[in-house]
């Protein structure tokens, strides 16, 4: 009836309206649709590396196996022990101090770490300061939380280090929270230890919660060293996030960490949120906690696919000289991380709609790359592509996309 189809329509929570997920958005869709039409797609879209042809480290697989038969039951909400002794030496290691066990939280991945710090924490029309651009993910958990994202400007002239004038001149009464993506997705920007004073002395003035996001600090490149902003910040409330997905190459374990930093007798109730979220979802998989001791007591084999010679290293040296090769297209070196983003000059490609350029590439040439908007960047002269493929994939690609550029009537 027209009535059943007018609630129909009403089905979709408004709290949607505002929430952005392009990095599996709708070019995904289309992607897998030329696929089942015969048509192989080259995609550059996630930073997902197993695919790729990247392995875990061994000894993190046999722990999981050694211990499957115990895993059948829920774990304690936070995770398992060992894992949170793990992550606790692991945080003094990288001089957070003050991190115990019951300031560890295991989750199934960062990304639902991210959902409950952010649910914890908002009211509606409180504000995070998220650096743009960003992991879209904690933009979007911030509206479906009822917050606002307030986007503080990151400088490509100045290597993609966060401009700490204009994240301070955005504070207002309504702000909770400095949320920073280090090494940072999508740029590879890693950055130094005078800006995570600036952003630390930020929240130390306006008594904001710091959230960090550090889940590419063990992907690094040339001789860049990653600094813990929980470790510049030893008397700000801190949450540090980090986990399986990228460095140990088991995105589809689903498991990451969350440390507690910081004043915490300050911040008494709001830990008892993030206790009762953690019991609400009685625990993280099981199985998947099993590996984090083993990956963070092992052997870091990251450091052998970074260092010279190394594939990741050889990939981002490949995808980023080619992309400068391309006339009117310039790319930050990243110094961390598994992307490249990429400008194109707006006097050279005039584009309008990021989005309807990057579908049209995938038409055209079968490439699946994200759009420089779906980071929430303002303008729609960027796109993010993943450096993981291997040289011969890469060249293939980016040799399309120079192609497609060139090709294109852009009057
Ligand atoms: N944070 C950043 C900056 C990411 O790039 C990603 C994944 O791409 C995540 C968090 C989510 O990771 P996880 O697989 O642990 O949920």
Known sequence: ????????????????????????????????????????????????????????????????????????????????????????????????????????????????????????????G??????????????????????????????????WQPDVEDLASKVTERTKAIVVINPNNPTGAVYGRPVLEAIAEVARRHELLLLADEIYDRILYDDAEHVSLGAVAPDVLTLTFNGLSKAYRVAGFRSGWMTVSGPKRHAASYIEGLDLLANMRLCPNVPAQHAIQAALGGYQSIHDLVLPGGRLLEQRDVTWRMLEEIPGVSCVKPRGALYCFPRLDPEVYPVKDDRKLILDLLEEQHVLVVQGTGFNWPDPDHFRIVTLPRVDQLEDAIGRIREFLEGRDWG
């Open 1 to 124: 009836s027209v009535r059943g189809s007018a609630l129909m329509e009403l089905l979709q929570s408004a709290k949607l309206a505002d929430v952005l997920y392009d990095v599996r958005g709708p070019a995904l869709t289309r992607a897998k649709e030329l696929e089942s039409a015969g048509h192989p797609i080259l995609k550059l879209n996630i930073g997902n590396p197993a695919p790729f042809g990247f392995e875990a480290p061994p000894e993190l697989l046999e722990d999981i196996i050694a211990n499957l038969p115990a895993s059948q039951g829920y774990s304690d909400s936070k995770g398992i022990l060992s894992a949170r002794r793990a992550v606790a030496q692991d945080a003094q290691r990288k001089g957070i101090p003050d991190v115990d066990v019951d300031d560890v939280y295991l989750g199934n991945g960062v990304s639902e770490l991210i959902a409950m710090s952010l649910q914890a924490l908002l009211n509606d």
């Open 126 to 159: 409180d504000e995070v300061l998220i650096p743009a651009p960003d992991y879209p993910l904690w933009t979007a958990v911030t509206s479906l939380a009822g917050g606002r994202a307030v986007h503080y400007r990151c400088d490509e002239s100045s290597d």
